[in-house]
């Protein structure tokens, strides 16, 4: 459930990686926290 969601999540954040860089850093850096 939890690697689905952050799957989808990164999916998603790829969409704006261009845009937002530190935007899907940030993504990444809460997905580890949470674990």
């Given at each position: 459930?939890?690697v689905?969601?952050?799957?989808?999540?990164?999916?998603?954040?790829?969409?704006?990686?261009?845009?937002?860089?530190?935007?899907?850093?940030?993504?990444?850096?809460?997905?580890?926290?949470?674990?």
């Amino acid at each position: 459930m939890v690697v689905f969601a952050t799957g989808f999540w990164i999916k998603k954040a790829q969409k704006f990686t261009l845009l937002h860089d530190d935007f899907f850093i940030y993504l990444i850096c809460i997905n580890f926290i949470s674990c």
